[in-house]
């Protein structure tokens, strides 16, 4: 948190999940001044949602005494599929209480500022790359690890967007030809999220049990209580051979589908973010998962690429959503453009 | 070819291959005025070809009537690995006389004019966006198949080149996870490269033949005379299965890593070049082919881009090369800037 005087203008940013919506004000050198996180309330449907977070972000404003005329414009993200050009939220998965909502016009007309729209994963990869670990580079894909595998590609401040707003789609990359290949939330064979996501994890480790592994996890999974990333990271750390190779050969996998990637952009970094990183590098065992990813990503690329390309944590945790959500509306209000931030043609 | 007088300024669009350098003098609007080849004849080595690159495009010059005047710059490419900061080509596997070159000084200085560098599959991509099957996109990924399989991305005018000119590298995405996959020229095992280029289709033909699969190949094979995809193209049209199979598996496999691409950039479309495209649009098997890819692909991506992304034939044939470096020399011109094509930080 910054004293409010500072860098403005200002700008809102706001992150719209299944459980809560997270709002944050941000100046112009990307600090936070204020961010709160509200319930998502789907029930009460969208219309009450854009009406709540007009309300929270007038209460932000209020609390750090900064000049309403100062915040001039508003980044709102939302999961996937979303219609960019015409403002709307489509059929996201984890919010069908919001299906099919003209929710730009709706945001931006409780909140009294023009809103910049985009999807969540390629926020928070501007975020990262604006204020979190990709602020030294110029170019930088992340990838999001968690009940799904996002991700979002910026180079020299542009956002790889695409015509159908599926660019930096990087958990749809297949690592596997195989038809019979593990499926992912999309029924797709041999994506990178059919083998990287949670439920990827977990299903190795079932499966490593069924074949007659040793493993801690055995009881917990014989008695069909729910196996989950933690567990699997807390047994790993405990010494559990069977659920630390489960979470390397993840590590193996994540590497696979980089490799495509960086041979497609070339960037300076590729950073994980998301729920599933073991730890981070506030532990051995995440340290010892990014090590791994390198170690097989590496050797698997052209030699210019081999030593010099990134692969780091993300940095902003749950923050990158809004904070990289106010990076865009920050960037459209620099061009003095409408909604759309893109190098294409949307 | 055009009148002479038409769409000044001119540039210069320079092609280095292994066994010839193409020239060409390209308009402001893309036409090429005249055009020639000349034997690279390595011998020689890199100064001397430069000498006649100079020498060709002054004679190219003179019989079309252009004023000497009017030709601002010239693009030259060559295979990679190369320095485009630098302007020097490296180790190229092709043109071994050629490595460690100071090209882009040298060319600069026999042309006199400024020279715009990159890598030649990059400059077809361009070539191809410019003026040939790209022409109505905006954005568009091209994959040349050939001995290599080459690759270039384009999105609104902006090469996506990389931090060390990997950009767009798509015959190193990976197609097939196994380590004892099929390797590349570059010794990686499972790339696209080593599933869809020349090689690779000749060894699918004689795997099938050793494995007792009965083809008019065989008798080539156990001559051990040199099978080539051309010799299977013509199989294949005279009712060979095996060899019809062989060329289908390479359209399949072509389809697997264009799946990955387009979740990568999201392009207007995805176009296929260089000499293996078994008859293009002109040939009942290359209509076949190119269906295949796409009914290949199209059912493995995101909704929205399944019925969308297009997948083409590239239309400049050999051209492709010359007029994209023409047209990078274009761009270039047109910021006034050096030598840098590319929206990342070389």
């Known amino acids: 948190m910054v004293g409010p ?30 961010s709160r996180s509200i319930p ?27 000049s309403s005329a100062h915040v001039v414009r508003a980044g709102l993200v939302s999961p996937g599929p979303i219609d960019v050009p015409r403002g709307r ?15 730009r016009e709706r945001a931006s007309h409780h909140l009294g500022v023009p809103v910049t729209f985009n999807n969540d994963a390629n926020a928070a990869a501007y975020g990262e790359f604006w204020r979190g670990a990709g602020e030294r580079f110029q170019s930088m894909i ?47 064979s041999g994506s990178l999220e059919a083998y ?7 299903a190795r480790v079932r499966a490593a049990i069924v074949a007659g592994g040793n493993s801690t996890l055995a009881s917990i999974h014989s008695a069909d209580y729910e196996i989950t990333p933690r567990i699997v990271a807390e047994a790993a750390e405990q010494g559990d051979e069977l659920a630390h190779g489960a979470i390397m050969e993840t590590a193996r996998w994540l590497a696979i589908g980089i490799v495509s990637l960086v041979h497609t952009i070339d960037p300076d970094a590729v950073v994980l973010g ?29 030699e210019p ?24 509306a920050r960037l459209d209000y620099n061009k003095g453009t409408g909604p759309i931030t893109s190098i294409t043609n949307s």
Chains 1, 2 share one sequence.
């Open 5 to 34: 005087a500072a860098q403005t203008p200002i700008f809102v940013g706001i992150d719209i999940g299944g459980t809560n919506i997270k709002l944050g004000l941000v100046n112009d050198a990307g600090q936070v001044v204020a």
């Open 40 to 66: 998502t309330e789907q029930s009460r449907g969208a219309e009450d949602g854009c009406r709540r977070i007009g309300e929270t972000v007038r209460q932000l404003i209020a609390e750090s005494q900064v």
């Open 89 to 103: 939220v489509l059929r996201p998965g984890n919010i069908p209480a919001w299906w099919d909502f003209p929710i």
């Open 142 to 188: 992340l990838l999001t690890l968690g009940t799904g595998v996002g991700g979002g590609i910026i180079i020299g401040d542009m956002l790889i967007d695409g015509v159908h707003n599926c660019g930096g789609e990087c958990g749809h990359i297949l690592v596997d030809p195989r038809d019979d290949a593990p499926r992912d939330s999309l029924g797709k």
């Open 196 to 202: 990287c996501n949670a439920l990827a994890l977990v």
């Open 274 to 302: 998301g729920a599933m990183n073991f730890g981070g590098l506030a532990s051995p065992l995440g340290r010892e998962f990014i090590e791994r990813v390198r170690t097989e990503a590496h050797p698997r690329m052209l």
């Open 305 to 328: 690429l081999r030593d010099t390309v990134k692969i780091e944590f993300a940095t902003l945790g749950g923050d990158a959503g809004f904070v990289g959500s106010a990076g865009l």
